[in-house]
Nanobody, 124 residues
Framework: QVQLVESGGGLVQAGGSLRLSCAAS????????MGWFRQAPGKERESVAA????????YYADSVKGRFTISRDNAKNTVYLQMNSLKPEDTAVYYC?????????????????WGQGTQVTVSS
């Protein structure tokens, strides 16, 4: 059974930083892309960042480029999201996800696996 467990969320002031972690288990993820999504109240879920198995390919939403960095440790089956210069509009529940298709991990991630989410709140 695949499990994705996020950690690292919390409350931070604008301009601050947080690092999210997501530990994956239950199968080999060597053929999977990994990524982060977020959903703010009243808004649709959006893809924030994604990374390929070897880390050679990355994707960032325009709204987070230059502020967020995604990385992964394949030995630990863990993906990270370093979030710097946080803004109040970054407030959302952040979800870890895996998918075998790059087109899905950078858009909807329909059909593959999700974590339970971790709340990130940025105060102004």
């Amino acid at each position: 059974q695949v499990q994705l467990v996020e950690s690292g969320g919390g409350l931070v002031q604008a301009g601050g930083s947080l690092r999210l972690s997501c530990a994956a288990s239950g199968r080999s993820f060597s053929s999977y892309f990994m990524g982060w999504f977020r959903q703010a109240p009243g808004k649709e879920r959006e893809s924030v960042a994604a990374i390929s198995w070897g880390g050679g390919n990355t994707y960032y939403a325009d709204s987070v480029k230059g502020r967020f960095t995604i990385s992964r440790d394949n030995a630990k089956n863990t993906v990270y999201l370093q979030m710097n210069s946080l803004k109040p509009e970054d407030t959302a529940v952040y979800y870890c996800a895996v998918n075998t298709l790059w087109s899905r991990i950078t858009t909807t991630n329909d059909g593959d696996y999700w974590g339970q989410g971790t709340q990130v709140t940025v105060s102004s």
